[in-house]
C-alpha cells in the first residue's frame, strides 16, 4: 500500500512556532490534522491523542497567515492548497470574520480498495457509509483511479469542496485519468451531477457527501440513464438512511402502507407497515466500520426489506490484514432459541417429562380470557413456587394419537401456548400437514411456548415462568407459514423441514383456486428441477401481487431468495439459487 501525502505543503502555511514543533515530532507521519482557534493554544490532532504545540495561544495574525497561503474559501468555509489533497476548514463568528481554522492531512492511498475491487468490477453503483475520518473520501479517489486507468471507464468526478482532487484547476495525479468538474457552491451540486451526464458521457460518476433531497433525486436520475455511480452519504449505517427522509430515497424510499385485514393476520403484523417505494438508486452499500473492516450489503433492496419486516439482514464483513491479504466472512442467520437443557432422561408413554417429578404443577388460577395477559403472567409468577398436586389438565382430542411420546418424553399430542404468534397460521400448518399438536390458552397445560421473537425479548415475565416451569421457549421471526412450519417440525423432532420435498402446496394457497395452485407449481417446479440442481436462476410467469406473495412464501419455505420485478401487469417472480 503506497501513501502520498504531501505533508511539507501543508507545514509551509504554518507560523514558524506551530511549524518547528510538527516538524520534529515523531509522529509526524500520521497527523491526522492541526487545529488553530484564536486566543488557545494551537493543536495537533493524531490516531487517539492529541497535544499543543505551544505554550502562546493563537492570534489573528497566525490566522491571517496561513489564509493568505491558501486558496479561496468556498460557501461551505472550506480552502484547500493547489493541487495537494489538504483540506482547510474556517470557523467565523457572527461578523463573518474567521477565528478558528482546521487543517487536515490529505492523503493518497494506493490500494485501499481491495477489499471490494471486485464489486467495483461489476459495474453497479456503490454507496460508501462510515463516521467522518474513517477514510471514505480516500476510497472514493482510489476508486476513481482504478476506474478510469485500470478499468479504462469514462469517470467524471463531481468535486463539491476540491477535496477528491485537491484545490486549483489541474486535478491531483492520485485520480488517474479521471476528470473532475468543481463546483462553485455546495448548493449547485445537484445541478452540475446532471450536468456531467448530459455534456460529458462519463461511464462512471463519483460523488463525495450526498447531503440533500435534491442531490439523492440526481443520484436517482442519473442511476436510471444507465450510469454508474459511486458515492458516499451521511450516516453509519444503512438503518441510519431508512431513518433519513431526506436520503431514504438512495435506498429505494420508504412509505407506510395500509394492509387488508387479511393480510394483515397473514403476516401477523399491524395493518399499517413501511415498505421500500422503488428499487434503489445504489444496488451496493458499503459500511466502512473501520479502515480495515468494511460490511458489504450485496443486495440493498434485499437488506431494507428485511429491516422493514424486523427481520436480520446478513451481510458480508471484510477484512484485510497487513500482508494485504482480504478475508469474507458472513454472518450466519440468526436461530431461535434451543429449549433449556435438562439433565431429565425422557420416558415414553404416559410419564413424559412433564410428569417426571422434575417439576411441580401449578394450579389453574382462572380462565386466561378474565385476564389481561399482564395480570395473568403475573399470577402465574406468585403462583409458580406454590406447591400443589394439580395434574396436567388433559383435552378431549388428545386421545387421538393414542398415547405417543413427543422427542422430550412428553405424552402426543404436544401442547403448544402461542405467544404473539398468528393462532389462525397455526391452525392451518396444523391442519394441512396432520401434526400432533394442540394449541392452548392455558401456560399451565403447556408443553411448550411458540413466540415472535421480537416479542419475547420485553416479555421478562414470560420468560420467568418457563424458566420456573422448564418450559422451552420456541422463537420464530415472523408468523409466516414457512417460519411457522420450521418451528413446528423442529418442535415434534422431524425431518429436516428446508427439504424440497416437503413443500405443501395447500399450505400457501389462501383459497385453494385453480389458478393459485397452477402459480405455486409453477414455482415448485422451477425450484426443484432448475434453481437447486443446476445453481440458475428463474424467471417465472407474470402474476397477480396476491398470487406473487404466495410463490414468495413457497421459494422462503425453500430457503431461497426471491425478488419482483418489471411493471404490472407483467409483474413476475424471479427467484435465485442459493
Not at 503506497?2 to 514558524?16: G, H, S, V
Not at 444496488?283 to 468494511?294: H, Q, T, Y
Not at 402459480?519 to 398470487?547: M, N, T, Y
Amino acid at each position: 500500500m503506497q501513501i502520498t501525502d504531501d505533508l511539507n505543503k501543508l507545514l509551509d502555511i504554518l507560523p514558524e512556532e506551530i511549524r518547528l514543533p510538527l516538524e520534529q515530532h515523531p509522529q509526524l507521519s500520521k497527523l491526522i490534522e492541526v487545529v488553530m482557534d484564536v486566543g488557545r493554544l494551537p493543536e495537533a490532532r493524531f490516531p487517539g491523542t492529541a497535544e499543543y504545540l505551544s505554550q502562546t495561544p493563537v492570534s489573528k495574525a497566525d490566522l491571517i497567515h496561513c489564509i493568505e497561503r491558501v486558496g479561496h474559501f468556498s460557501g461551505d468555509n472550506r480552502a484547500g492548497i493547489e493541487q495537494t489533497l489538504h483540506r482547510i476548514s474556517a470557523m467565523r463568528n457572527r461578523a463573518g470574520e474567521v477565528i478558528g481554522l482546521t487543517c487536515r492531512v490529505g492523503r493518497a492511498v494506493f490500494g485501499t480498495i481491495g477489499m471490494i475491487r471486485d464489486l467495483v468490477e461489476t459495474g453497479q453503483s456503490i454507496l460508501m457509509l462510515g463516521r467522518p475520518g474513517v477514510g471514505k473520501t480516500t476510497a472514493l479517489r482510489e476508486i476513481a483511479r482504478v476506474l478510469a486507468d485500470e478499468l479504462n471507464k469514462r469517470v467524471v468526478i463531481i468535486d463539491t469542496s476540491n477535496e477528491i482532487a485537491g484545490d486549483g484547476d489541474i486535478p491531483h495525479p492520485a485520480i488517474g485519468r479521471a476528470r473532475r468538474m468543481q463546483v462553485s457552491r455546495p448548493e449547485l451540486q445537484h445541478h452540475v451531477m446532471i450536468e456531467a451526464v448530459e455534456n460529458h458521457m462519463p461511464e462512471v460518476i463519483v460523488i463525495d457527501e450526498i447531503g440533500t433531497e435534491l442531490e439523492a433525486q440526481a443520484a436517482r436520475t442519473i442511476a436510471e440513464r444507465g450510469v454508474q455511480l459511486v458515492g458516499t452519504a451521511h450516516g453509519n449505517q444503512i438503518e441510519n438512511l431508512i431513518k433519513n427522509p431526506t436520503l431514504a430515497d438512495l435506498i429505494g424510499g420508504i412509505q407506510a402502507v395500509t394492509l387488508g385485514d387479511e393480510e394483515a393476520r397473514r403476516r401477523g403484523s399491524q395493518k399499517t407497515v413501511l415498505e421500500r417505494k422503488a428499487p434503489p438508486t445504489f444496488e451496493i452499500a458499503v459500511e466502512m466500520l473501520e479502515r480495515e473492516r468494511w460490511v458489504v450489503h450485496e443486495q440493498v433492496a434485499e437488506t431494507v426489506d428485511n429491516l422493514l419486516r424486523g427481520r436480520q439482514p446478513n451481510p458480508q464483513t471484510r477484512t484485510v490484514s497487513e500482508t494485504g491479504k482480504v478475508t469474507i466472512t458472513r454472518e450466519l442467520p440468526s436461530v431461535p432459541a434451543a429449549p433449556p437443557s435438562r439433565s431429565v432422561t425422557p420416558v415414553r408413554g404416559n410419564t413424559g417429562w412433564r410428569a417426571s417429578g422434575q417439576m411441580t404443577p401449578v394450579p389453574v388460577l382462572r380462565e386466561v380470557g378474565d385476564l389481561s395477559e399482564e395480570k395473568y403472567f403475573e399470577q402465574l409468577l406468585d403462583a409458580s413456587l406454590q406447591p400443589s398436586s394439580f395434574g396436567r389438565m388433559q383435552l378431549d382430542d388428545a386421545d387421538d394419537f393414542g398415547g405417543t411420546a413427543g422427542p422430550n418424553g412428553e405424552d402426543l399430542p404436544l401442547h403448544v401456548y402461542p405467544y404473539a404468534v398468528s393462532r389462525h397460521q397455526l391452525e392451518q400448518v396444523i391442519r394441512v400437514l396432520k401434526l400432533p399438536v394442540v394449541l392452548t390458552k392455558d401456560i399451565d397445560g403447556a408443553d411448550a411456548i411458540l413466540a415472535l421473537r421480537s416479542h419475547i425479548k420485553n416479555q421478562s415475565k414470560l420468560r420467568h415462568i418457563s424458566k420456573a416451569r422448564h418450559l422451552p421457549i420456541y422463537t420464530i421471526k415472523s408468523s409466516s407459514i414457512p417460519q411457522i412450519t420450521r418451528a413446528l417440525r423442529r418442535l415434534l423432532d422431524m425431518d429436516d423441514p428446508s427439504s424440497p420435498d416437503m413443500a405443501e402446496l395447500s399450505l400457501f394457497a389462501h383459497n385453494g383456486s385453480e389458478d393459485e395452485i397452477e402459480a405455486l407449481e409453477e414455482a415448485r417446479l422451477a425450484v426443484e428441477q432448475i434453481v437447486i440442481p443446476k445453481g440458475q436462476p428463474v424467471e417465472l410467469l407474470p402474476r397477480s401481487p396476491k398470487v406473487r406473495k404466495m410463490q414468495h412464501e413457497l421459494v422462503e419455505h425453500y430457503r431461497l431468495k426471491s425478488s419482483s420485478f418489471g411493471e404490472e401487469p407483467n409483474r413476475r417472480l424471479r427467484i435465485y439459487p442459493a
